[in-house]
């Protein structure tokens, strides 16, 4: 089946860079387009230390980070060869992995590729695996690349 419309989802993590370069390599293969999605968390501004602080400036800077992610992460798509766009999604304190599903169903994306841990165990139990999420919601097929090999 070839693909057109691959999503991609981006952090600026190595994780997030590996799924990144296997989501290149299958755009230019199947002539794709890439879509770059950065998911900015609003829960982690509440969690500022300082009671009643104004969190504008807080969430203001990540839209900063984030977009200077999508930049960096576009800039080596398309020096690698693939067609890219970007978007920046705003979540109010739902999973990022429900917004990752939503996106692929507003966009129509034919794929999901994205980076995981491999995180088992209790570190898989406490911090949730958001890959799974995606790979269970999906309506789209989606590839998992994983950060390292065993």
């Not at 387009?33 to 950065?38: A, E, I, M, S, V």
């Not at 800039?75 to 599903?101: F, K, N, P, S």
């Not at 789209?140 to 090999?149: F, I, T």
Request: glycine share 10%; charged share 25%; no cysteine.
């Amino acid at each position: 089946m070839p693909y057109k419309r691959i999503l991609v989802p981006v952090d600026g993590s190595s994780t997030a860079a590996k799924g990144l370069q296997a989501a290149v390599r299958l755009a230019r293969e199947n002539r794709a387009k890439l879509r770059l999605l950065y998911v900015l968390e609003q829960h982690a501004a509440f969690t500022a230390p300082e009671i009643g602080a104004d969190i504008g400036p807080i969430l203001e800077a990540m839209k900063v980070g984030g977009r200077k992610t999508l930049a960096r992460s576009q800039r080596r798509a398309r020096a690698a060869g693939a067609r890219t766009e970007t978007a920046l999604v705003e979540d109010l304190g739902g999973r990022v992995a429900d917004v990752i599903v939503k996106q692929a169903r507003r966009w129509r994306a034919d794929l999901i590729v994205m980076g995981t841990h491999g995180r088992r165990g209790i570190g898989r139990a406490l911090l949730g695996s958001d890959a799974e999420l995606v790979v269970r919601w999906s309506p789209v097929p989606v590839l998992l690349v994983p950060a390292r090999r065993r």
